[in-house]
T-cell receptor
Framework: NAGVTQTPKFQVLKTGQSMTLQCAQDMNHEYMSWYRQDPGMGLRLIHY???????DQGEVPNGYNVSRSTTEDFPLRLLSAAPSQTSVYFC???????????FGQGTRLTVV | AQSVTQLGSHVSVSEGALVLLRCNYSSSVPPYLFWYVQYPNQGLQLLLKYTSAATLVKGINGFEAEFKKSETSFHLTKPSAHMSDAAEYFCAVKGQGGSEKLVFGKGTKLTVNP
C-alpha cells in the first residue's frame, strides 16, 4: 500500500496565483484532513472531511477550499496565493472510528 | 474543545541520558492521546498512542508515555537517548467519539549531543 500520497513535494508560486495540492489515500479511510506546519506553531488544521461529499472548516480555513468527491482524494485549493501561505502542508487520513492518523510526506510551498 | 501544551520548544540531552518531553492536555471528554515524531524533511510518524486501555503505553524505538488523568499529562520518556532520536516531537489529543479533530501541540525539538 502506498498510504497517503501528496503531490507536488515542492512548489513556488507568485502572489495571486492559484493552485491545487493533491492528496490521495489507498486505505479506504473515511476521515481526511489538511494541516499546515509553521515554525513554532505545530500543525494547524485547515479543512477536514468525514466522508465523500462532506467537508468542514478547521482552525485556519481562510484562503483555502476543499472538496471530496471520492473516498480516495482530498485536494486543497489555494484560490489566490499570498506570502502568508508559505508553509509545509500535510494531508492525513484515518478511519472514522479509529484513532491513528496517517500522514503524507508533505508539500513545501513558497509564495513569493 | 481539546488543546495541548508542550513544555519546552527545545530540549537538549546527552547521548545515553534520559529523555523527558512534557505534554499536558485539556479535553472535555475522555481523550485519545498521541505522540508523533518528525525527522527532518519527513512526514509525521506515530510513536505511540493512548486509547483508554493501559495507562503506561509503550511505543517504537524504546519510547513510552504514561497517561495521568489527575495531572492531565502524557509525558514521553526514553531511558537512554540515542543520536538517531534527534527529531521534533508532537503531542496530540483527540476526543473519543470518532468525529473529533486531532489537535497538536507546538512541538519539541530534541537535540542529542555526543
Amino acid at each position: 500500500n502506498a498510504g497517503v500520497t501528496q503531490t507536488p513535494k515542492f512548489q513556488v508560486l507568485k502572489t495571486g496565483q492559484s493552485m491545487t495540492l493533491q492528496c490521495a489515500q489507498d486505505m479506504n479511510h473515511e476521515y481526511m484532513s489538511w494541516y499546515r506546519q509553521d515554525p513554532g506553531m505545530g500543525l494547524r488544521l485547515i479543512h477536514y472531511s468525514v466522508g465523500a461529499g462532506i467537508t468542514d472548516q478547521g482552525e485556519v480555513p481562510n484562503g483555502y477550499n476543499v472538496s471530496r468527491s471520492t473516498t480516495e482524494d482530498f485536494p486543497l485549493r489555494l484560490l489566490s496565493a499570498a506570502p502568508s501561505q508559505t508553509s509545509v502542508y500535510f494531508c492525513a487520513s484515518s478511519t472514522y472510528r479509529d484513532t491513528e492518523a496517517f500522514f503524507g510526506q508533505g508539500t513545501r510551498l513558497t509564495v513569493v | 474543545a481539546q488543546s495541548v501544551t508542550q513544555l519546552g520548544s527545545h530540549v537538549s540531552v546527552s547521548e545515553g541520558a534520559l529523555v523527558l518531553l512534557r505534554c499536558n492536555y485539556s479535553s472535555s471528554v475522555p481523550p485519545y492521546l498521541f505522540w508523533y515524531v518528525q525527522y527532518p524533511n519527513q512526514g509525521l510518524q506515530l510513536l505511540l498512542k493512548y486509547t483508554s486501555a493501559a495507562t503506561l503505553v509503550k511505543g517504537i524505538n524504546g519510547f513510552e508515555a504514561e497517561f495521568k488523568k489527575s495531572e492531565t499529562s502524557f509525558h514521553l520518556t526514553k531511558p537512554s537517548a540515542h543520536m538517531s532520536d534527534a527529531a521534533e516531537y508532537f503531542c496530540a489529543v483527540k476526543g473519543q467519539g470518532g468525529s473529533e479533530k486531532l489537535v497538536f501541540g507546538k512541538g519539541t525539538k530534541l537535540t542529542v549531543n555526543p
